[in-house]
């Protein structure tokens, strides 16, 4: 192929690709006017929608970061018989299908289940609530936090840990003033990419958690609903999860350059820079 | 159906037609659902052949459209209400539904099968209360289904063809004969198709006596 | 002042056990090639490795079962291991106030800077205050000048010297070059595959060496050969390559002897001293030390000043005679 040529097929391959991926987004602002997406957001429908997302992905958030930051730094500054096997375990929800997460969440928490039978002596039952929605959510959300987290860790300098250790930091002041603010770039980009697919999630949450106005029904689920019922709430509703992850977009291109500044072995999106 | 053993329909069908549909033609493609979403598609341009639905309504919207034929009644159908074989809840009759913490799983509002849920409790006026405990808008009967053959729901709103499908896990309750909707499932066929002789075919054969005989067998009434 | 005691600590490395016991009181540095183990050492009594058996105490207070952060022990890594994301100020206030360190230690006009904007030299500085602001009751220092280009080297080699006289607490450091151990400490140690091989002051290590080994490391040229005693009370070797030289030690059979690089003369033609061991070789390299020249011909280098290079036109390919006495050798 001659020089060219093969500049004008990269080229092509390169303008299809990028088109194909904007359309859909271009699309969905085209077909209405700005003015009827913005009135449909006074659609109690949309509203109550918003409000249930933000609440489940915002506590789910905070769980993921609370239970998956220690649980990340472990697994990415010790090695111990197993670590494979549980570097493995953490990334399993990244890769099952949400329906199967949502079976697998009922069998586990449901009224009948092997954990929820417990919790339903106890007065606990977690299906059609709204705290299903959040473990739905933390539940397919968490391994792209927990990998990014532990790409982070294991890129920061294990000496610099040593040091603080040898001038009198113990444990936990060394992970907070020098393990944790270098870090903080790739954990912001793993904040992003799990709040992300945290909005987005569909299938274990209508699974796990049902799908009721207010209650539990998130933007996804509404979107769904309203889809053949009316079709510009549907695309408002669109119109926000889009702006959303633009944003959420944003913040993971800086907290990647952040990390980047601070440590000297280079991040990839989808943590793959595991030195040992 | 041995005319359409050379053609491959896309047929659209509502959700309750999951199992009966294949014994009557196995060689057909098929996308169960709520036939709202499978109209929604169809209004989008989806490549489907045929068209069957679990009212009347939706095939008669496309049709005014344009976008299918004439539409047939092919079957009816009854609404009964289910319950977890080991029915936690102790429901027995439609009005138990409104005790309080009762968890009533039904379909999203446009779904055939929902909105004639509604119409059921509407007549019965037991709307109000029964929809205080509703938990959930599925996106099909199955989904619903699903819920209350897994325990999760204490009570669901499907068809008795439903029911049937997973007899062992679930118990019956039929709703007062005044009150029940009258299901009648048409099917039409969709304009855009290319295999328009043989969706035709696939249509007429729903009449014919060995497409009803399996709909009867399989708990689907009579369609006069 | 205080002595770092370390008894029959032990340390599975890579391919050998390190065994050392040694008590440190004042400057003492260990030398030794690298992967014999010395930053291990340094590790293991700043508390970063547990040692597999033996203990480690200051005076009296037991060290060898304290984690890290209660020990008071200042160690500079090589890389320095600054926080990047504090300033100087903040970096050395990290282990305790920093009082006027950054005055002594030469930097306080950085104190607001960030490590990545110093130089090597300057962040040898920051990670020396660093660890002295912890009061420390010992001070370790992992190959300070290795990571500093030459000139910087000797001028950091003559401040630290000074600064650690000023301090009243055991200085365990650890390099690979001899000179540099031999500028910083009283006493060197050398290390090598985990044991220690000999201890004392430079000038002893260099008048002589317990083996081949220490004397090579301390800079000296090892020529093998056979030893003889002769004649006239000396002995006489024959090297491998023939030439016989003369060693006021007694000797025989198989042995090494040391001959020092500055006790090597170099000339162009034939010394008329007959009591000289002399090597005729054409030179090999002409290397430029600053002052000071090495010139390599046959199996030696010698090390004479620029100003004799220039006035005997030295360079490589040349015909040369190296000479040195007998009493300037050593039987190892």
Known sequence: ?276 | MRLLAAVHLTVFAAASLTNVFPKIAASASYSFGGSNMLAAQIEQGAPADVFASADTKLPAQLHARGLCGTPVVFTRNALVIVVPRSNPARIHTVSDLTRRGVKVDVAAAGVPVGDYTTKVLHTLRLLTAVTKNIVSRETDVRSVLSKVALGEADAGFVYATDAKTVAGKVTLITLPGRAQPDVRYAACVVSTTRHGGAAKAFVTALLGSSAQAKLRAAGFLSRR | MATLHLDNVTLPLRSFALELTLAVRGTVALVGPSGAGKTSVLHAVAGLRRVAAGRIAVDNAEWTNLLPEQRAAGLVFQDYALFPHMTVRQNVEYGGAAGDLLERVGIAHLANERPAKLSGGERQRVALARALARRPDVLLLDEPLAALDAHTRSQVRGELHELLGTLEIPVLLVTHDFEDAAALAAQVGVLVEGKLRQLGTPAELVAAPADAFVASFTGANVLAGWAAPSRNGSTRVRLADGTTIATADRAHGEVAIAVYPWEITVATSPPHDSALNVIHAPIRSVVELGPRVRVTLGPVSAEVTAESVARLGLHPGQDAYASFKATGTRVL
């Open chain 1, 1 to 276: 192929m001659t020089r060219l040529a093969a500049v004008i097929a990269v080229g092509a391959a390169s303008f299809v690709a990028l088109a194909f991926l904007l359309l859909p987004i271009v699309a969905i602002f085209a077909r209405t006017s700005p003015a009827h997406l913005v009135h449909q957001l006074s659609n109690p429908v949309v509203r109550d929608a918003f409000v249930v997302s933000l609440k489940t992905s915002a506590v789910a958030q905070v769980l993921i970061i609370l239970f998956g930051t220690p649980a990340a730094y472990l697994l990415a500054s010790r090695r111990f018989p197993g670590h494979a096997l549980a570097v493995t375990l953490v990334e399993l929800p990244l890769v099952l299908p949400p329906a199967v997460a949502g079976i697998g969440l009922l069998a586990a928490f449901g009224r009948f289940g092997l954990l929820g039978s417990s919790l339903h002596t106890l007065g606990v039952t977690l299906p059609f609530t709204q705290a299903a929605v959040t473990i739905a959510v933390a539940y397919v959300a968490s391994p792209l936090y927990v990998r990014q987290a532990i790409a982070a860790f294991e890129a920061t300098d294990p000496s610099l840990a040593a040091a603080s250790r040898t001038l009198g930091a113990g444990p936990v002041r060394t992970f907070f003033r020098v393990v944790l603010p270098l870090a903080r770039g790739g954990l912001i980009a793993g904040l992003a990419l799990s709040f992300a697919r945290g909005l987005g999630e569909f299938g274990a949450t209508i699974m796990f958690a049902g799908s009721l106005q207010r209650v539990t029904q998130t933007l996804p689920l509404a979107i769904y609903a309203e889809f053949d019922q009316n079709f510009s709430a549907t695309l408002a509703m669109s119109g926000v999860l889009v702006l959303v992850s633009v944003l959420l977009l944003l913040a993971l291109r800086i907290g990647l350059t952040w990390q980047r500044s601070t440590s000297t072995t280079s991040l990839s999106l989808f943590g793959l820079s595991h030195s040992n």
